[in-house]
């Protein structure tokens, strides 16, 4: 078997892939920001090319590159936004409530970045531990008093942490399922390391609102699988993990929040949002080959669309600007090669980007006051899923005539 028949095998089946879902061309990875000093440098640049599995519908991009490069020194910092720290905020309260968690409780979290949601169970008291693989996250972490194990994790660093007398009550993971390589191994840890009666919710970008929402730049080479609800329940059965409720929350464009028990805990009944949600999928064909296939042509319509608006911006005299430097703006810039030709700069609240160009597409970053000092016809919101706390904060651009433009889930201007 060669390499590439190796990796083209279904990350949770072993299925060959033989379907394609979308290809987005070459791209570099989307959070590798560049310093000054390193635009005259070669960038590697991977193949952006998606597939499903026609056996189990995972729709699945191949591991391009080892997560230990993606992750280790990972520039986002959860806490630079509001929405998502109020976010965090509620979903600890609701826990709390729902699941009676107290001091005699233990909350674990895979990949817990830079604390934002511990930080609220630490808060009001309940035993907390993150696992977060970026070291530079996890201090920051550590430094706001959230207790952080620098690892990646999975049966191995589950079987360490039971060892060593933790097991989770509560185990989360928000955004971070899409991220793991190795589904078998990462699924098999939560299972050895949830105490019977626990409960593991997870957040991730729903499928379905994916290919609704048309936000095809949400792909990118850190975010391996893509997860439908059905595949989901596939996914965590084969560990002996039943899922038994299921919210869909509007955070990154439409997630879902699951919910899961081991199999043999039989105090939690399987809810009816859940058993709706499940069969409104198999309505929609998300069992089927052929709800895939359409999505190719609609994302090459926006390509279309958003590079029609742009040129006749620059044809008429105007500036663009771009505002936020999300790994999804990158995937977007680089797919559809948008340039300083067309964007002067974006901005960034996060200072750690201030000063850097993005990744293939060189566009300098500078912090939001940039944006008052040149005044631009336009601003392009990279962050589309929260374009409305951004209209709110930069509404002073109407001052000047100033328009907000959103690429996704079509070309808007505000
Ligand atoms: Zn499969």
């Not at 058993?275 to 999928?281: F, G, T």
């Not at 064909?285 to 390509?303: A, I, P």
């Not at 970053?365 to 904060?393: F, G, S």
């Amino acid at each position: 078997m060669t390499g590439s028949d190796a990796r083209r095998r279904c990350r949770h089946c072993g299925t060959t892939l033989h379907h394609t879902f979308v290809d987005l061309g070459m791209s570099p990875l989307c959070e590798s920001f560049l310093s000054a000093g390193e635009l005259d440098t070669m960038e590697p640049f991977y193949p952006l090319h998606v597939f499903v599995c026609d056996s189990c519908f995972l729709v699945q991009l191949q591991e391009y590159v080892s997560p230990s490069s993606i992750f280790t020194e990972y520039a986002y910092f959860s806490s630079y936004s509001d929405s998502w720290l109020a976010h965090a905020r509620r979903y600890t309260e609701q826990m709390i409530d729902r699941w009676k968690l107290g001091p005699d409780h233990q909350v674990v979290e895979l990949a817990s970045n830079d604390g934002y949601l511990l930080q609220y169970f630490v808060e009001r008291g309940v035993r907390s531990l993150g696992i977060e693989p970026a070291a530079n996250v996890a201090a920051t972490a550590v430094a706001k008093g959230v207790p952080t194990q620098v690892s990646f994790f999975g049966r191995e660093t589950a079987r360490q942490l039971v060892a060593a007398g933790t097991s989770a009550d509560l185990m989360i993971g928000n955004n971070v399922l899409a991220q793991v390589p190795d589904l078998s191994d990462f699924v098999g840890g939560m299972k050895i390391a949830l105490r019977p009666g626990g409960v593991i919710t997870m957040e991730f970008p729903h499928l379905l609102r994916l290919i609704e929402g048309n936000q095809f730049d949400t792909i990118y080479h850190e975010h391996f699988s893509y997860f439908s609800l059905l595949t989901t329940i596939r996914i965590f059965a084969a560990h002996n993990l039943q899922l038994f409720d299921v919210e869909e929350l509007p955070t990154h464009g439409g997630s879902l929040r699951i919910y899961a028990k081991h199999q043999e805990d039989a105090t939690k009944p399987v809810t009816e949002r859940f058993e709706m949600l499940a069969a409104k999928e198999r309505e929609l064909g998300f069992d089927r080959l052929d709800s895939y296939t359409s999505f190719r042509q609609q994302v090459e319509n926006t390509k279309q669309r958003l590079l029609e608006f742009l040129i006749a911006a620059k044809r008429e005299g105007r500036s663009v600007v771009g505002y936020g430097a999300p790994g999804k703006g990158n995937t977007l810039l680089n797919y559809c090669g948008i340039r300083t030709d067309f964007l002067d700069y974006t901005v960034d609240r996060n200072p750690y980007k201030h000063g850097r160009f993005t990744p293939g597409t060189h566009i300098p970053i500078h912090p939001p006051d940039k944006i008052a000092e040149t005044r631009p016809d336009y601003v392009l919101i990279l962050p589309w899923n929260v374009k409305d706390e951004i209209i709110e904060q930069m509404a002073h651009i109407r001052g000047w005539g100033g328009k907000f433009v959103v690429p996704i889930p079509s070309v808007i201007v505000y």
